[in-house]
Each structure stands twice: as structure tokens, then as C-alpha cells.
């Protein structure tokens, strides 16, 4: 099977701009999660999706937002960027919404704000 | 609120020597304890997890650990390094049953010497 994949890898974007972030699970894996991951804060967990519906959400403001369509895939938004948002956000999937089932990383997308 | 406490944001250790990679962790309940290891420029990618049964856990690339409840410990080790092993290492919990996703240690960056 594919593992999971993120578009783009790399992106560039200015202050005030908006970003979407691109997640493909793994075949017929049903939940996705995203992290992000800076050097100061390390890796925090953003929200979680299952069934195209949001089950859990981290400790981050609303400018950050997610969905889910009905084939798992997944993308994020980040409204209005902040230099502060510049990190490597991680994508995962998993099977199921157990907190067993194991998760699956993505490579990550590298957002840079200039 | 969980929380996870990796001791040595640094650890060399010399080519077949013994890796021991400390993960302490805090929580209200009995947490579920991964370790995933990330090499550069990619995603996380699991070495091992513990939920319940044998507290002594067998991973990939000859990674193990063991669950001790009564240190809150959840340490990797590996009985011979290998230059392939250098490489970041990330001790995460999950709460059964709770709202939020993987919570994350600051991570371990390996270092082998050779």
C-alpha cells in the first residue's frame, strides 16, 4: 500500500496570506490527524478527523481549521499566517479512531513565513 | 493534562555500544506509550508501542522498551548501535479514552560515533 502522502512538500508564503495543506491517507484508513512540529515547541497535535467529522482539537487558535472529505482525505488551513506559523506540519492516518490504532506519518510539508 | 519528559536532547554513543534513550511520562491514567523515530527530511515513523499485556515491548530494528508503572518509564534501548540508528527519537503518550492526540516529548537526537 502507498503510505500517506502531503502536497505540497515545500511552501513559501508572506504574513497576512492564507495556506492549504494537502493529506492522502493510507488506503481505507479512516482517520487523520495533523501535528505540527517546530524547534521551539516540538510536536503538537492540531485536530484529528474521523468520518469527515472533527473528533478532537489541540490548543490552537481558530485561524487554524480542517476537513475531511468522504474519501479520508484530509487538508488544513491556516488563515492569516503569522511568522510563528512556520514549522513542518505532519499529516497521520490510522484505521480507526482506537487510541491503539497505530499512526501512519506523512513526510510533512514545510511552510516558511516571510 | 499529560505530559512527556525525554532526559538528553543529545545522546552519542559509540558504534555496538548499548543505546538507552530515557522517556518519563505524566498522567492522571495509565497512558498508552509509543516510540517513533524520525530521520531527516521525513515523517515519524513507529518503532514500537505499548497498550496492555507483557510490559517489555519488542520493536523494529532491534529497538525495545519496557513499561515500569511504578517509575512512570517508558525507556528504548538497544542492545548494539548502529550508524544507521543516528537519527531524532520521539517518546508520545495517548490517553485512553481522552480528547486529545499523541502528546510528544521534546525528542532525543542520536548521535553514533564511529
Known amino acids: 500500500k502507498a503510505g500517506v502522502t502531503q502536497t505540497p512538500r515545500y511552501l513559501i508564503k508572506t504574513r497576512g496570506q492564507q495556506v492549504t495543506l494537502s493529506c492522502s491517507p493510507i488506503s481505507g484508513h479512516r482517520s487523520v490527524s495533523w501535528y505540527q512540529q517546530t524547534p521551539g515547541q516540538g510536536l503538537q497535535f492540531l485536530f484529528e478527523y474521523f468520518s469527515e467529522t472533527q473528533r478532537n482539537k489541540g490548543n490552537f487558535p481558530g485561524r487554524f481549521s480542517g476537513r475531511q472529505f468522504s474519501n479520508s482525505r484530509s487538508e488544513m488551513n491556516v488563515s492569516t499566517l503569522e511568522l510563528g506559523d512556520s514549522a513542518l506540519y505532519l499529516c497521520a492516518s490510522s484505521e480507526g479512531q482506537g487510541k491503539t490504532d497505530t499512526q501512519y506519518f506523512g513526510p510533512g510539508t514545510r511552510l516558511t513565513v516571510l | 493534562a499529560q505530559s512527556v519528559t525525554q532526559l538528553g536532547s543529545h545522546v552519542s554513543v559509540s558504534e555496538g555500544a548499548l543505546v538507552l534513550l530515557r522517556c518519563n511520562y505524566s498522567s492522571s491514567v495509565p497512558p498508552y506509550l509509543f516510540w517513533y523515530v524520525q530521520y531527516p527530511n521525513q515523517g515519524l515513523q513507529l518503532l514500537l508501542k505499548?497498550?496492555?499485556?507483557?510490559?517489555l515491548v519488542k520493536g523494529i530494528n532491534g529497538f525495545e522498551a519496557e513499561f515500569k508503572k511504578s517509575e512512570t518509564s517508558f525507556h528504548l534501548t538497544k542492545p548494539s548501535a548502529h550508524m544507521s540508528d543516528a537519527a531524532e527519537y520521539f517518546c508520545?503518550?495517548?490517553?485512553?479514552?481522552?480528547?486529545?492526540?499523541?502528546?510528544f516529548g521534546k525528542g532525543t537526537h542520536l548521535i553514533i560515533q564511529p
Open positions: 505499548y497498550t496492555t499485556g507483557a510490559t
Open positions: 508520545a503518550v495517548i490517553i485512553p479514552g481522552g480528547a486529545d492526540g499523541l502528546t
